[in-house]
Each structure stands twice: as structure tokens, then as C-alpha cells.
């Protein structure tokens, strides 16, 4: 059997403290290199993204008081998809007195990620995910408050305790509220230069470090290079290869990918996070998909009809002709199993025809029992606006009749590789948020993003950037270096190409076409089969799109079909990588499912004697795989049992 790729040399994080696992981010922090303050003034870094990630990081890291540039492609720092987030932040705060511990919120992550993450990242993210609520607290995030004042807390998806924040269903609007102050904060001490509507299109390295950007002013076109001491990707995710996804729109993975060429490793890119609680699609003419929120399954109830064909209407079929088939086949944890284990649930009773709504594409998200024990104030308390946003998106009241829901891409796992100190494999290349592939492996919990995005912004970043920049400043690059100028030079290239093809198919059909290939071989189930033919599927269209996809517009102003173009070109190439790294990868783990390993009663089968490791690609024709092995010192890998 051949594989499109080749085998190169194995990958060692060397950034990672030894001694034991609890002590080790404290042992980092105490004994890493620092930059005074003096010499923090003289030391440029670029932070691309601000997001929670990049807001975070570029506030903290101004406040330290280094020369912060920030670069978002939005009018406002406001506008980063992390606003979108509903659900909560996990934190290992017990107010409960439930039994949380960072113990145990480390032992749920990293059952979560089916054993395919790394101990050490893991057990330092749990550590400082107390710290951030106090963080948040302190910047005046209105979380939600029990009537005695103490923060309210809801669970989430493979925890049995409830250790989830959240401001309504508006947590990662206000965390990010409070994130941007902090930011502009900074912008108004002069410690941070905010510079929106800017795309950046390659990073520049120099003497094998990463020196700067080329970015592309949205509004006049302008294509520049801006250089540093060193440079942060906060860029977020990549699940927009998909077309339609939850994403924002515009997310994107092309800072990334540019990276990628220049030499980063990209780290397990197949790991996609299929969310079970979704709107469903409802027709071709649709654009993206709409969450609905998982903590909706702490009081909503996913039902099926019991009987194929089924087609009364909700409220006229009897409780004993319902299969609430999550509690009944994991009762441990009934309708709060981790995403990964719902999603394929939901599909597998769907594919039974057992689905409900148009194409018997969907599952009831039933909030009756909700209702009736705790009265419709208390529940729109909890879920109001979702509600709200549900009606105003199906017609139907879920206070009346139960939603439909079914599973759509939410979230990439994968991302550029990094070590302890989440830099990437270009030195001075740092990488933070859904843009690294560092915490989740192949499976990330549900309100763990955010966690990890501001424990990399307000915590990890800020101390391990340090040890870099301790050797800093570096030697000035010019702006006619040619690294630079070839940078610059290949840009403006590809802009001119993209709009020389002058065809006749737009952007939007290109990329809805090739999310049609991806939701099909590289999404819910892959198989040896499905994956090879996406890949031949993916090239062919690839070369049509530079022969046949039509740009209108210019390069010397605002373009959304330009920007749309480019991002579109870059998701060809990931695609292309996805489907390999998801071919390579034949055991099932997390959110990547072959069908070909799975086990008696159809979950997810790993092959932890050939595949405990974090597949880490380098860029070329063919990509050429390392793979850094991943060792289990404190948890034991298991088969994963929710039941
Ligand atoms: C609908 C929805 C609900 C969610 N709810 C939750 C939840 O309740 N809890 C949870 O933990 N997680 C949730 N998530 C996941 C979570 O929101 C994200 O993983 C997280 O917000 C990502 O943050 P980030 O800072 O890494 O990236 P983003 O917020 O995506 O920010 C990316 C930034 O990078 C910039 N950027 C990107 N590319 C470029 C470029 N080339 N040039 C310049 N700038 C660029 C953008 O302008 C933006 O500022 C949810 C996700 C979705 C889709």
C-alpha cells in the first residue's frame, strides 16, 4: 500500500520541563530566562489575531511592556469569532465542593482527547485555568452569580462535576469584552499598535528565525512588511474547509498555511470536532451553521423515535415509543457524553431512519421534562437567547415543541505544532489558541477553548516568550533584505495571479464543492476508500480553480472576493493534507473515525502500539510525516467508557 507522503525523522519537544508533572509549569516560570523591563522596551513583536488568544496575549505582553504590534482582518478586535462562544469557560475552581480538582480536570482532558495529548501541556492547562477566572473576575466579567453571590457554574460534555462559567449564552462576547479592554488599554499607553482590516498573506524568516509578516491592507490594497523580534499566531481555526461549519465566516486558515510553507510543522490536522448540537442544514443555499450551545444537554433531552419511519409529529408520540438513546447506551453520563461520542450516536440512529425533519437528518433537543420540573423563567434564565435565536432561525418555539438538532464541524484540534513553550518549529515563531494543535488532542472538550485560549494569552505566552526574547534583540533586518523583498515579491505575485484567471466559476462554488468532499470522506467517518478518492477529488479541483475561478475586482482596494480567493486556495492545500494525515492514521481516536477500527458495539478503536503519537508535517511534495511519541506516565490509556 502506498501512503502520499514520507517518513522523516522523529520530533522531541525539548521545551518540556522533566521532574514531576504538578511541579513542572512552576519549576518553567521559576527558572526560565526573563528580559528586564528596560530591555522589554527595545524588543518588537508582532501578536496576528485578536482574538481571545491574541487580545489576551497582546494586552499581557504590552502591560510587560514590549513593543506590541497587533493585526486583526476585522474593522474591530471585537469582531474575532471568540465572541461567538456560548457556553462557559471550564475552570477547576470546585465551588461546587463536587469533587473538582486540577487532578481531576486534567484526568477528564485528557481521557477526552482519547489519550492522543500531551501530559505535561495538559496538566499546566488545568493548573492555570483557576487563575483565569480570577483574571476575568478582576476585569469585571459579568459571569453568572447564584443567588448568594458565588459564580454559577453549569456542566459540560465528559465531566461528571459542574465546572463550567458562563455569562448566559454570551461567554466568549463578554470574555472577550474584557480581553479587549485590557487590549486597548495598552493601545491607549502606547505599549500596543492595533491594526485592523489587515490580512496577513506570508511571515518573513531570516537566518532560519521568524522576522515578520507581509500583510495586505484590506482597504487599499496595499501589500507591506511589517518586522519584529518575534512573531505570535493567534489565528484561530481552520473547520471553514468544511464550507459550512459554525465558524464565523471569515475564519480561515491561511495564516497558518503561509507559516506552514515557510517551514512550521502543521500537527495532526484530521483531528475535526463534529458538534452534535447543531441546526441542521436546511437547503443548498446556506452559507454556514448555527450552534446550539451544548450546555442546552444539561437540562435538554436528545430523543429519537424508537420505530423507523416514524413520521408523527413529537408531542403525539408516547414516552414509551422514544429512544433517549444517549442516557440509555451511557447512562453514566446520558445526554452529556463528550461531543465526539454524540455526534457519531446521532448520526448512527439517523442512518438507522430513525432521524426526524426533512432527509431524516436530525434528533429532538427535548426541553419538556426542563420545563416542567423547573418552570419556563428558570429556563430562560439559563438559555433564553438561544432560544430566542433558535425560533428566529427555524420558525419553532422550543418552549413548545422539542428543537432538531444534528451534528456539524465546530473546531479543529490540529493546528501548527508546538512545544511546552507553544513555539512552533521556526524559532521565534510562536503559535496560541485554536491556531496551535497543542491541549485537546483528538478530541477537545466542550468549554476547554476558551480556557486554552487565554491560559496561552494571559499566562503561558507571556512567561516562555521571555526565554526567547532574552537573547533579543535581534540583529535588525532590513526592509531590503531579500527575504523580505521575496516575501513581499511572492505575495503580490499570487494576487495577480488570482485575479489574471478571469474564469467563469465564483469562489463560493469552488469551496462549497470542495466542503462537499471533505463532510463526505474526511468528516463523520473515513475510510481507506473515501479518503484517497477525496484526495484525487481535491487536486482535480484544485487545478480547475486556477484555471476557471473568477476574481472580480481589483488588488488596489476593498475585494472580498479577492480575500474569499485566496483563503479558499490555502484550504485546497490543508484539504489535501487532512485527507493524508486522516489515510496515515488507520485507528480510530477522538473525532477521527475509521471505519475500518471500531470496536463490537461501534465506538472508536485506537491503536495506541502504533499511533500514540502527534503527527507533525513538514511541507513538501510529498509532506514528509515526524511524529513526536507522546508518553503516559500518569494516565493510563484506556479504551474510553462513558457507560
Ligand atoms: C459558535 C461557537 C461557539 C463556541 N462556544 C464555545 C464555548 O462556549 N466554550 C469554549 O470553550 N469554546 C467555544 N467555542 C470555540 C472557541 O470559541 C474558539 O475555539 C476560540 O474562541 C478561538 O479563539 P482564538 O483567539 O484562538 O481565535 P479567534 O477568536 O478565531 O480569533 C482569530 C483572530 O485572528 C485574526 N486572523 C485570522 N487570520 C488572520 C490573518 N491571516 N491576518 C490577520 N488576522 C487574522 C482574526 O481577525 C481574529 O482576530 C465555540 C466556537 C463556535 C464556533
Redesign the pocket.
Known sequence: MTYPFVEGEPLVDRAVPDGPLAERWTRRRSTGRLVNPANRRKLDVIV????????SAAATLGELGYNVRC????DS?RR???I???????AAKNYRNDGDSVERLFHDTIKGGDFRARESNVYRLAEVSVEIIDQCVAQGVPFAREYGGLLDTRSFGGAQVSRTFYARGQ??QQLLLGAYQALERQVNAGTVTMHTR????DLIVVDGRARGIV?RDLTTGAVTADLADAVVL????YGNVFHLS???K???V??TWRAHRRGAYFANPCFTQIHPTCIPVSGDHQSKLT?M??SLRNDGRVWVPARAGDTRPPGAIPEEERDYFLERRYPAYGNLVPRDIASRAVKAVCDEGRGVGPGGRGVYLDFADALARLGRDTVAARYGNLFEMYERITGEDPYTAPMRIYPAV??TMGGLWVDYDLQSTIPGLFV????NFSDHGANRL??????Q?LADGYFVLPNTIGGYLADGPFPRVSPDDPAVASAVGEVRDRIERLLAVDGDRSVDSFHRELGRIMWDHCGMERTDAGLRKAIGEIRALREEFWTRVRVPGDGASLNQSLERAGRVADFFELAELMCVDALHRTESCGGHFRAESQTPDGEALRDDARFSYVAAWEYGSPPVLHKEELVFEHEKPTQRSYS
Open positions: 496576528v489575531g485578536s482574538g481571545l488568544a491574541g487580545g493585526y486583526c482582518y476585522q478586535p474575532a469569532h471568540s461567538a462562544a456560548q457556553g462557559g469557560i471550564n461567554t466568549g489587515h490580512e496577513m498573506l500583510v493567534a489565528t484561530g481555526g459554525t465558524n464565523a471569515g475564519c480561515n491561511t495564516a450552534l450551545s451544548e465546530h473546531y496560541i489558541g485554536e491556531a466542550g468549554a476547554s477553548a476558551l480556557m485560549g
